[in-house]
């Protein structure tokens, strides 16, 4: 069964979503949907050098509210620090982030994290995958970031992949 359903998940998501972009159930969409739930994995598994490994499922809801309401809130504290720009000019750094994360998937959904997060763009990854290179658009304390960067987005990654 693994054979035909490489990534049952990614087959369901890829069938749920044909139907939802076409805003239809009609026989043709459903044949459609199924072709593409089925074919898509199946012909890109060989791009994918090795399979991700969910540990604690629940801990992705919980960090994806926690993204959810960080992407709020630095919108607004974005949105301010260009608003106040005038009388005081924003402390853009970029900040070194050791990290203990090292799965690759994990590292891939932390630079998504940080590309949806406003005011946080990933720069660069070293080599061996122990620091990151991060902009920040307006930072107040370096340390106080480091330490929430790791403990709400580092250490529930390293929970669901390590």
């Known amino acids: 069964m693994s054979k ?10 890829l069938f749920a979503l044909w139907l939802v972009l076409n805003l239809s159930v009609s026989p043709g969409n459903l044949l459609l949907a199924a072709a593409l739930a089925l074919l898509a994995p199946l012909l890109l598994a060989p ?10 499922p629940w801990t992705i809801l919980k960090l994806v509210g926690r ?4 992407v709020i809130r630095s919108n607004l504290q974005v949105a301010a620090g260009v608003l ?14 050791p990290l203990d994360l090292r799965d690759a998937h994990g590292l891939a959904a932390l630079s998504m994290i940080t590309t949806v997060v ?3 763009v990933w720069s660069e990854l070293a080599l061996d995958r122990s620091v ?12 106080a970031f480091i330490e929430h960067f790791k ?3 580092e250490r529930p990654l390293m929970e669901i992949f390590q």
Do not use: K, M, W
């Open 4 to 13: 035909l359903f490489p990534a049952p998940l990614l087959s369901a998501a």
């Open 132 to 143: 990151l290179l991060l902009h920040v658009f307006d930072l107040a304390d370096e340390a």
């Open 118 to 120: 406003p005011g946080t």
């Open 151 to 153: 403990l709400t987005y």
């Open 84 to 97: 106040r720009a005038g009388r005081r000019s924003p402390n853009s750094v970029f900040v070194h982030i």
């Open 67 to 70: 993204v959810g309401i960080d």
């Open 47 to 56: 791009l994918r050098p090795q399979h991700a490994h969910v540990r604690r």
